[in-house]
């Protein structure tokens, strides 16, 4: 067994994520309930509406009893109550991207909300912050999916052909919405999470998924790899923000931390074609590391970094970083 194969499903690893939900609507409620069976430790919830009897329909979770209460606060004490050992928080008001001061552990974002101009700007402010986001729509009978990290798409590639978000805003009260749609976009990309977050191969990095309500099925368009963001200047220590970047370590040691996985030489090549993401290289002295990175760079399209120094300094670096 590969230390690939060995991280695809450790529920002790997942219980350390983070994740931000923004928007706690139908998508949310999918999507939610299977994150945190699956062993998600930690959730932020944000929203700012309550709940109305319209919504009933799509969004499960609630119950006419809780029609005008605030959506987050309502999912957070169902969630509480089915998975007490999780913590959540619920925030009840809208995301504000410009004045949010969030934990440094976050580890994904989820773009449950139903305004277009809300998601260009959660899009654009959280690649910024180089903080992976899902990013999820349901509209009539119709649903999409995508996901903006380092080596996948960017915002301006999901939303470049938007000149002004005013005209094409759709409203749900006037156009409506499957159930059934909803449902299959938020366990979609509850799925999706859990490969990105279990180390798994994550075959939508670089597309958009689009589901048809009328035939049942998903499709997915890849955009052009020369245009995923291949040259993204980025250095180890802003790389180690993203708590779910992997760290390779060239040997055997069984005395790292948990989140570094032990390699050969032989095989980081595959394992990181099956990963396909970003990823840190170390090793003892930092040589071997900094000449397996140069080499592998040429084969990758998103960065492979190396800690060019001893690995005690690096382990330093790791511990400040959770701290």
Known sequence: MTPFERMTWDQDYLKDKHLLLIGCGGLAHAALPYLLSSGIGNVTLFDGDAVEASNLNRQHLFIPKDVGKNKALVLKEYCSFHFPKVTIISVERMFKPQVEKLASTIDLVFDFTDRLATKLELAGHFEKLRIPLFYAAAQMNAGSSAFIHLNSITSAMLFGHVQDASILERDCTVDGVWPTVVASVGIHVAHQALQFLTLNPCPFAGAIDYFDGNTGLWSR???????????????????????????????????????????????????????????????????????????????????????????????????????
């Open 221 to 323: 368009f890849h955009f052009n790899p020369k245009e995923i963001n291949t040259k993204v200047s980025i250095n180890v220590q802003e790389l180690l923000q993203d708590h779910s970047t992997p760290i390779f370590f060239l040997g055997e040691d069984d005395s790292l931390p948990s989140e570094i996985i032990s390699v050969t030489a032989s095989e980081l090549k595959e394992v990181i074609e099956k990963i396909n993401r970003p990823c840190i290289l170390l090793c003892e002295t930092g040589s071997r590391a900094k000449a397996a990175a140069e080499q592998l760079s040429k084969y990758f399209n998103f960065p492979v970094l190396s800690w060019n120094q001893n690995l005690d300094s690096f382990l330093l670096l790791l511990h400040e970083s959770n701290v």
